[in-house]
């Protein structure tokens, strides 16, 4: 862009240089001429006079040459020009400034020898003599007589060349003032034409390098500043378009980045093109790590590459289930997409991880409970089957036999309805179908009237029952479930308690703050004395069907259940439950619930 500037500036340098200096050529030229013709004129005008008035006698040489030279000699002093004579052969007769004797002969001189032709004859020589140019003007006397004399004069061309000389010096400073300042001029004018265009290049250039909101600054509605607009509007479009992309990125990003599948994209090299945030986790290397890479450069089980190398080679759907052990263990529902472009030429691979192992455990819990319930029902209706077969079969006669056979019916039968019962309580629990009715819960009074129920059975077993609550605390909560949950305690506690045992509850708050006692949660501390729960068997109390010992838990007519319907009713109020126990000790549940739902 600088060099065009400066050949722009160049050029025109040139051209006004030029012509400028034409203009003082043909000026000086036209002045010298007008000058030299204007002596001319003035040296025929004299010598028209001298003329008029000279005498022109013949004769012999010798005796012309001092009537000529003195004649010259006077002429010389009124019109201060050398004047000579020259015959018609050419021979000088008199010389204002020479001998005429010792010159040769002026035939041949160029003045003359126009003079003879056309009456006037003019030239311009360098005077060795002198040292200057001269200015010689001859005259033929009688224009009608070819032999007819000559009349010349010269005059020094000095004052002509002085003052060319001078116009010539002044037309110098002149010419380079002038050159000078079209210089200057030459230079913005180039700087005005090529700025706007460096302007247009750099913007060019800018967004080149992505940086679209960069714009020309139009100033002026030339073809210039059109192509600055133009390049404005391509700019706007880009950036315009630029953002589209960039949202729809996101937008893309956030959706791969959000979902709960993992999404790899191969190409048909076997290069990782893309990877998310999910299948990072499972995969348990970073996207920055595998993108651009061979997907074998995961590292991962030899089952996930085989899969996707079958998936290249075949380019057809491949479905497969793998566990996946690294980072975490896991069941993944592999599905390999094979991708196919526009032209429909094979693209790669597009494999999506769901993560079933949840999926599969509930699964598996499903079908482990159905076998629990129905092995659990099984043995109540087996006893009942097996003793009301024996009654029928009529093999007891004994009266006392058959009471106590058709007590254990009774009994099983007992047995079978709570099972139900709370196999029922407790589906409705899990799905929810019971909404809790929540309504503060004076803690003090409940908890009265929940042992109050319990007293009989506690005394039958002669175990004392404890209350220990703080009159006035309240907590909002499913008044009839609360009771379920604490029922559901002590009853454990009366049951997996010797005689003369002791079973407490305490009722206080929990997470107090301020000065004034404010308190979030109530803590219900339900302790016994009884058999405790060994360490190992603490972790999965509150599984469903899960008891210590089975014998000792269907003697006092457990179900296993009663602890995983607390849990989920305990949960439901947005608590917890802890449990502690030492064997022989004794056992201790604790209950934190908010007080505001
Ligand atoms: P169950 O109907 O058998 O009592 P639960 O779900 O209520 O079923 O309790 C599960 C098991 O936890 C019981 O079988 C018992 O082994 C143990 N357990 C529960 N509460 C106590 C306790 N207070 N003391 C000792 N063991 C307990």
Redesign the pocket.
Known sequence: MNSFRTRLTVIMVAMVGISVLAAGLFMAKTYKDNHIDALQDNMIREMNIILRQMEWPQGEPEQLYDYYTAQAKELKQVTDARVTFVSGSGMVLGDSDHDPRTMDNHASRKEVEEASREGIGRTIRYSDTLGENLLYVTKKVNPADPQSAYIRLALSLKTVDSSMWHIWTVLGIGLLLLFAAAAAVSYRLARSLTRPLEQITGVAKRIQNLDYHTRVEVRKQDEIGELGQAINAMADSLQVQMERIHQNENQLESVLDNMINGIVMIDRSGQVVLLNRFAEEVLGITAQKLVGRHYSEAKQQYELSQIIQDGLERKEHLREEITFYFPEERLLDLNLVPIFEDDQQFGGVLLVLQDVSAIRRLERMRSEFVANVSHELKTPIAAVKGFAETLLGGAVKDEETTRSFLQIIFDESERLNRLIGDILELSKIESRRVPLQFSPVDMYSFTKKTLELLSAEASRKHITLEMNAEPGLYVEADEDRLRQIVM??LG??I???PEGGKVSIKVGPAGTHGSDGDYDFVRLTIS?T????PKK?LPR??ERF????KA??RG???????????KHLVELHNGTIAVE?EVGV??T?IIELPVLQ
């Open positions: 559901n305690l454990n506690g049951n997996y308690t016994d009884g058999i405790g729960i068997d109390i509150f899960y008891r210590v010992d000792r838990s006092s007519g457990g179900t296993g259940l009663g602890l995983s319907i607390v126990s004794g056992s549940f």
